[in-house]
């Protein structure tokens, strides 16, 4: 299985970005999708999460300006972003809890990470 990230990139603040991941393989089911972030000398902290029935969660700084939504006919999750802020300048990743074709139980998948910077 392969979730492979995209949309990153650089922008000034106040302007908006939209990532894209698409997972890909021997996948049965997806259960949780979401984005997390990665800054220079900070942890990495969940920014949104999807359920498969949609029902979201959000970090409380992008509350209002972040919207997490998943296709789940091509397994992809997104997020738009607006109202970007030079704070949001990070390494985006999105995650997926994925059952295999033939596996007992789900798994934790990352992609490979999109960077994202704001700045004028």
């Known amino acids: 299985v392969q979730l492979q990230a995209s949309g990153g990139g650089l922008v000034q603040p106040g302007g908006s970005l939209r990532l894209s991941c698409a997972a890909s393989?021997?996948?049965?089911?997806?259960?949780?999708m979401g984005w997390y972030r990665q800054a220079p000398g900070k942890q990495r902290e969940l920014v949104a999460a999807?359920?498969?029935?949609?029902?979201?969660n959000y970090a409380d700084s992008v509350k209002g300006r972040f919207t997490i939504s998943r296709d789940n006919a091509k397994n992809a999750v997104y997020l738009q972003m607006n109202s970007l802020k030079p704070d949001d300048t990070a390494v985006y990743y999105c995650?997926?809890?994925?059952?295999?074709?033939?596996?007992?139980?789900?798994?934790?998948?990352w992609g490979q990470g999109t960077q994202v910077t704001v700045s004028s």
């Open positions: 393989g021997s996948i049965f089911s997806i259960n949780g």
């Open positions: 995650n997926a809890d994925v059952k295999r074709i033939g596996a007992l139980w789900s798994d934790d998948y």
């Open positions: 999807i359920t498969t029935g949609g029902r979201t």
